[in-house]
């Protein structure tokens, strides 16, 4: 009992010195409670999120006692609520596709360049002369050759073939489906002709008229700097960055620099402060406004002018929003005298995202700019005292400073957003300290001033001044990328981090990053535990994709895999980097390697990856191949039941991966462990339902004869 007491004693006193830290967690609850929705395999009934949301919500207000136990119950069931809302606001799926090349009418919503030609996103969209248009956009690539003038508002015709948006590479992979179904995307697809704009039209939304803004901007910096600095430019300009060459959009990924063509905290902050030095100037050659004038609200009010214009031009995409929220509110601190970086704009601009795009919530974007930016509050928070030891008189103490916050801002950041980074894509660079602490100034002081400039001079048609000094610092920019993703090692694989990992880590950072007392050490562990969940973690042995033309077994040596025609590139990449393989061998045709995982003849291949479990029948549509009494599973790129003898093994072939998605197996001592993606996702709004065998046309049979003879 003593215990019990003095337990209860030590957390009473150390929740009464975290009291004014203890609603920052509300949106880590809030977050919790999103997570939970799209966790389901199933959807719940619309009313249950807001029935235990109001509720919650009330007692806890009317009852402060049981505040600590009802307000994370009330945020958990807001964040579930708000997911329901935003599936019930998206319009259905579009289920009944053309298989064939239709005829596509419509107004143009968006004109995106690419390195290679262009890509416009139809809205409304008729199919082959219907009367009513689709409930979703398409999208289209055009052909690389066809540069007719299409602009946003244009109606156009276009002959395409066009697909519904692919399901997941694996069992639990990223779900491009749900993205879709989010972002009102119903089926994308290539064209088959050029298209054939019928009407000129300027758009009427207000926000297709800001995207026609965007591309008139495009069209005019491209037309000054020309290549990939070209592309920077525009995307820092304008937030659109598919005209970047893969290679370069490469480099800025493995260098850490993807953040840079990522339009957030960064570029809105070198804005606003941009627009606030400039207003400040230009008042103060006013004697009148400097004596009479309240000239600091008016520079802030023209400050976070300039941020809200800049975050409706670049698109409004989730991390801009999140990153102007808290200009607003740092604007507003300056303002008021208070403390102007906080955790609490933090912990606002996330509740406030969370209820207005809740399906943000999975996103890379959305973790990764969070975790860094609670990152780099904590973190400065907690070295303040240090920091200040780095500040002199001298110009020599004044560098050390600015240098020293440099790497720290870099280091803190990409250190909380590495983990999500590894966990979405793979991987981990290296040199990213050092790759922005060159690519940041130059982007901060040279870059983005330039394009501000470009933008105030376009209408006086005189953007070329400024332009051409943007377009060396971009150069710049890239030269930075290129070099540090070229240097030895500058990133490495690694394993893939299971889903429960990842929350694991995130308990642990926000642990550290939001209590302020001692027992806020304990987040490292924690952190600690997510970053080794892949050791506890083990991947499937055999994956099958969604169309079985892509079949690849893991094994220690590498992955061996058999690729029919047609099989998908971007699954092939989405296997390698999931299972963290480097080395890709082809199953032979016939023969084997050498250490006896892979025996192929002309009837069949027998993988076995662990000598003391039963293997894998790899069929290739011989009946009744040898080797069905040593495997546990049989996987064919065709229809395969009956090949084997009864007791027929567990079959993965062309017909269940077509009804139920791709496949992953376990080979375990007791026999194989089958998941399929239909069983990974349930039965959700953005998970097409099952596809339904043709049925046989009715035989019309002639009327039987009267004369019997």
């Given at each position: 009992?003593?215990?019990?007491?003095?337990?209860?004693?030590?957390?009473?006193?150390?929740?009464?010195?975290?009291?004014?830290?203890?609603?920052?967690?509300?949106?880590?609850?809030?977050?919790?409670?999103?997570?939970?929705?799209?966790?389901?395999?199933?959807?719940?009934?619309?009313?249950?999120?807001?029935?235990?949301?109001?509720?919650?919500?009330?007692?806890?207000?009317?009852?402060?006692?049981?505040?600590?136990?009802?307000?994370?119950?009330?945020?958990?069931?807001?964040?579930?609520?708000?997911?329901?809302?935003?599936?019930?606001?998206?319009?259905?799926?579009?289920?009944?596709?053309?298989?064939?090349?239709?005829?596509?009418?419509?107004?143009?919503?968006?004109?995106?360049?690419?390195?290679?030609?262009?890509?416009?996103?139809?809205?409304?969209?008729?199919?082959?002369?219907?009367?009513?248009?689709?409930?979703?956009?398409?999208?289209?690539?055009?052909?690389?050759?066809?540069?007719?003038?299409?602009?946003?508002?244009?109606?156009?015709?276009?002959?395409?073939?066009?697909?519904?948006?692919?399901?997941?590479?694996?069992?639990?992979?990223?779900?491009?489906?749900?993205?879709?179904?989010?972002?009102?995307?119903?089926?994308?697809?290539?064209?088959?002709?050029?298209?054939?704009?019928?009407?000129?039209?300027?758009?009427?939304?207000?926000?297709?008229?800001?995207?026609?803004?965007?591309?008139?901007?495009?069209?005019?910096?491209?037309?000054?700097?020309?290549?990939?600095?070209?592309?920077?430019?525009?995307?820092?300009?304008?937030?659109?960055?598919?005209?970047?060459?893969?290679?370069?959009?490469?480099?800025?990924?493995?260098?850490?620099?993807?953040?840079?063509?990522?339009?957030?905290g960064l570029h809105i902050g070198i804005v606003m402060g941009f627009a606030l030095m400039l207003s400040r100037r230009v008042l103060a050659l006013s004697e009148r406004a400097s004596l009479f004038w309240p000239t600091k609200k008016l520079a802030a009010a023209a400050a976070l002018a300039a941020g809200g214009a800049y975050m409706v031009l670049t698109g409004m995409h989730v991390p801009i929003i999140r990153s102007f929220l808290m200009a607003c509110l740092l604007t507003v601190a300056l303002l008021v005298g208070r403390n102007p970086v906080s955790l609490r704009g933090l912990a606002l601009?996330?509740?406030?995202?969370?209820?207005?795009?809740?399906?943000?919530?999975?996103?890379?974007?959305?973790?990764?700019?969070?975790?860094?930016?609670?990152?780099?509050?904590?973190?400065?928070?907690?070295?303040?005292?240090?920091?200040?030891?780095?500040?002199?008189?001298?110009?020599?103490?004044?560098?050390?400073?600015?240098?020293?916050?440099?790497?720290?801002?870099?280091?803190?950041?990409?250190?909380?957003?590495?983990?999500?980074?590894?966990?979405?894509?793979?991987?981990?660079?290296?040199?990213?300290?050092?790759?922005?602490?060159?690519?940041?100034?130059?982007?901060?002081?040279?870059?983005?001033?330039?394009?501000?400039?470009?933008?105030?001079?376009?209408?006086?048609?005189?953007?070329?001044?400024?332009?051409?000094?943007?377009?060396?610092?971009?150069?710049?920019?890239?030269?930075?990328?290129?070099?540090?993703?070229?240097?030895?090692?500058?990133?490495?694989?690694?394993?893939?981090?299971?889903?429960?990992?990842?929350?694991?880590?995130?308990?642990?950072?926000?642990?550290?990053?939001?209590?302020?007392?001692?027992?806020?050490?304990?987040?490292?562990?924690?952190?600690?535990?997510?970053?080794?969940?892949?050791?506890?973690?083990?991947?499937?042995?055999?994956?099958?994709?969604?169309?079985?033309?892509?079949?690849?077994?893991?094994?220690?040596?590498?992955?061996?895999?058999?690729?029919?025609?047609?099989?998908?590139?971007?699954?092939?990449?989405?296997?390698?980097?999931?299972?963290?393989?480097?080395?890709?061998?082809?199953?032979?045709?016939?023969?084997?390697?050498?250490?006896?995982?892979?025996?192929?003849?002309?009837?069949?291949?027998?993988?076995?990856?662990?000598?003391?479990?039963?293997?894998?029948?790899?069929?290739?549509?011989?009946?009744?191949?040898?080797?069905?009494?040593?495997?546990?599973?049989?996987?064919?790129?065709?229809?395969?039941?009956?090949?084997?003898?009864?007791?027929?093994?567990?079959?993965?072939?062309?017909?269940?991966?077509?009804?139920?998605?791709?496949?992953?197996?376990?080979?375990?001592?007791?026999?194989?462990?089958?998941?399929?993606?239909?069983?990974?996702?349930?039965?959700?709004?953005?998970?097409?339902?099952?596809?339904?065998?043709?049925?046989?046309?009715?035989?019309?049979?002639?009327?039987?004869?009267?004369?019997?003879?």
């Amino acid at each position: 009992m003593r215990l019990i007491s003095a337990l209860t004693w030590a957390v009473t006193d150390w929740l009464a010195n975290e009291r004014d830290r203890l609603a920052m967690w509300l949106p880590v609850f809030m977050a919790a409670g999103v997570a939970g929705y799209y966790a389901l395999r199933f959807e719940p009934a619309v009313w249950i999120g807001p029935a235990v949301a109001a509720p919650a919500l009330l007692c806890a207000i009317s009852l402060p006692r049981l505040r600590l136990l009802l307000a994370p119950i009330a945020a958990a069931a807001l964040g579930f609520a708000s997911g329901q809302i935003a599936t019930a606001r998206a319009p259905p799926l579009e289920t009944s596709l053309p298989t064939h090349a239709t005829i596509i009418t419509g107004a143009i919503q968006v004109v995106e360049a690419l390195p290679a030609g262009r890509r416009i996103t139809i809205q409304p969209a008729y199919l082959d002369g219907a009367p009513d248009p689709l409930a979703r956009a398409v999208r289209v690539r055009l052909h690389v050759h066809d540069d007719g003038p299409l602009d946003s508002g244009d109606t156009v015709r276009i002959r395409a073939l066009i697909r519904p948006p692919s399901p997941p590479s694996y069992p639990g992979g990223w779900d491009l489906q749900r993205d879709a179904f989010y972002a009102g995307l119903g089926a994308s697809g290539y064209a088959l002709a050029p298209a054939e704009r019928t009407a000129m039209a300027m758009p009427s939304a207000p926000m297709r008229r800001v995207q026609r803004l965007r591309e008139a901007i495009a069209h005019r910096v491209t037309a000054v700097i020309p290549g990939a600095a070209g592309a920077v430019c525009v995307t820092l300009l304008t937030g659109t960055s598919m005209a970047i060459p893969v290679a370069d959009h490469a480099a800025f990924r493995d260098s850490g620099l993807a953040h840079l063509l990522a339009v957030a905290g960064l570029h809105i902050g070198i804005v606003m402060g941009f627009a606030l030095m400039l207003s400040r100037r230009v008042l103060a050659l006013s004697e009148r406004a400097s004596l009479f004038w309240p000239t600091k609200k008016l520079a802030a009010a023209a400050a976070l002018a300039a941020g809200g214009a800049y975050m409706v031009l670049t698109g409004m995409h989730v991390p801009i929003i999140r990153s102007f929220l808290m200009a607003c509110l740092l604007t507003v601190a300056l303002l008021v005298g208070r403390n102007p970086v906080s955790l609490r704009g933090l912990a606002l601009a996330a509740a406030l995202l969370m209820a207005i795009a809740p399906h943000e919530v999975p996103d890379v974007s959305f973790q990764m700019s969070f975790a860094a930016v609670l990152a780099l509050i904590a973190g400065y928070e907690a070295l303040r005292p240090w920091l200040r030891r780095l500040h002199g008189k001298s110009r020599w103490r004044r560098l050390l400073s600015h240098l020293a916050a440099l790497a720290l801002t870099s280091a803190l950041a990409g250190s909380a957003s590495a983990p999500y980074g590894a966990y979405h894509f793979g991987h981990v660079q290296v040199y990213f300290v050092l790759a922005n602490m060159i690519a940041v100034p130059l982007t901060a002081f040279w870059v983005m001033p330039a394009g501000l400039i470009a933008l105030g001079l376009m209408p006086l048609h005189l953007e070329a001044l400024a332009l051409v000094p943007m377009g060396w610092g971009a150069e710049a920019v890239l030269w930075v990328a290129r070099s540090t993703s070229a240097l030895p090692a500058a990133t490495f694989s690694v394993p893939h981090m299971p889903l429960w990992g990842l929350c694991v880590f995130s308990l642990g950072l926000a642990w550290l990053g939001l209590w302020r007392t001692r027992p806020r050490l304990a987040g490292v562990p924690l952190m600690l535990a997510g970053l080794a969940s892949p050791l506890l973690d083990r991947p499937p042995d055999l994956l099958m994709s969604a169309d079985a033309r892509l079949i690849a077994l893991r094994t220690g040596q590498g992955m061996f895999l058999q690729q029919m025609q047609g099989g998908s590139k971007f699954t092939r990449d989405a296997w390698v980097q999931y299972w963290a393989i480097g080395s890709t061998k082809p199953i032979p045709a016939a023969g084997g390697d050498a250490a006896g995982i892979v025996r192929c003849d002309d009837s069949a291949c027998l993988l076995r990856p662990y000598p003391d479990r039963p293997g894998v029948l790899l069929a290739r549509g011989a009946p009744h191949p040898a080797g069905c009494d040593q495997v546990s599973v049989i996987v064919s790129a065709e229809p395969a039941r009956g090949l084997c003898p009864k007791p027929w093994p567990k079959l993965a072939d062309r017909f269940t991966v077509w009804r139920y998605g791709s496949i992953a197996i376990w080979l375990d001592p007791t026999g194989a462990r089958v998941l399929t993606d239909r069983a990974a996702r349930g039965d959700r709004p953005w998970v097409p339902p099952p596809p339904r065998p043709r049925q046989a046309k009715p035989v019309s049979l002639p009327p039987a004869s009267m004369d019997h003879g």
